[in-house]
């Protein structure tokens, strides 16, 4: 089964996320969780969209987004590929299962 859902982030937020996967805040920690937010499917499992800083930024590694899949009692049960933008759509698998949150901006 193929369920969806969609999250939409205010356009200015998207902007400064989307700058923070180019060029991460000198005053974040190594593999600092820079944005998270959840969103719920049909069946009640949730996905959290996180971009995270880079872990070392002197060699230069950068940011990367990911999607994290929880089942009902909050463990974490699947994670997207990494991703270098926060726009677009973060697919997981959970058995037979594809999950895809798609990230717009308005």
Known sequence: ???????????SLAARIEGFLRSPPLD???????FDQEVTFSDGIRAAVQ???PNSP?????AWSQCV???NRGREISVSQPSESLIGPFHMNYF?????VKVTSE
């Open 58 to 62: 002197e060699d230069g590694d950068t």
């Open 69 to 71: 899949l929880f089942d």
């Open 28 to 34: 974040c920690g190594r593999d600092e969780i820079l």
């Open 96 to 100: 037979d299962d594809t999950y895809i």
């Open 1 to 11: 089964m193929i369920l969806e859902t969609n999250m939409t982030v205010p356009a």
């Open 51 to 53: 971009v995270i800083s």
